[in-house]
């Protein structure tokens, strides 16, 4: 179930989903960050025993926003990946010989570390830095309000995986992932549920998007 809520920045429509992505109307784009495809994989060749199923509902949430979305161009803000090559990216790169007219954009994150030939091979456009598009930047680590005043771009941005705790009656509590909204700049969510979260502290001209399993919240 992809639940979203629309954003609009500059007069363009940008759709928040449950399934923690972006989808950009006006240019047919997908946004997602951290990704952490292999992240499993990685971890059980290091003898910790996780599921290869944490990963393949991962990769079946991105499979399913890219077939019912129908986007032009998928980009994502950093962390596509995790640590070198492993079987589990062996599974995604069976579904993407199956879209090769879809464009992948990937603007690299600290744990994208896998070589420049491996992207090549599977379609995927690499950029190093920062990804431009009219009044938007896309880049892995979130940045410096004074330079986004300064240069008048939004950022989308991702590596720190937002969440906002929720507090109940008493000491229950309960923390959610997020969309963090600054007046220059959003930080996505992890897309892969398989990541922690660092809780924001919102100041009172931000907005908070937070996610409970299918739905969408907005709490400021």
Known sequence: MNISIPHIIHEQHFWLSAQRSIYWEEQKTMIVSDTHFGKTGHFRKSGI???QQVYKEDLQRFFSLATDLKPERILVVGDFFHSTDNEEHNLFLRWKNDFNSLQIT??????DILGNTWYENAGIQLIEDFYEIGQFRFQHDPAENDFLVKENTFVFSGHVHPGIQMRGIGKQSLRLPCFYFTQNQCILPAFSKF????????????????IAND???KLA
């Open 49 to 51: 025993a996780v599921p």
């Open 106 to 111: 990937l603007i690299k994150g600290n744990h």
């Open 195 to 210: 990541s922690g979260l660092a809780i924001v502290k919102p100041k009172k001209q931000n907005q908070i998007y937070a």
């Open 215 to 217: 739905n969408i919240i």
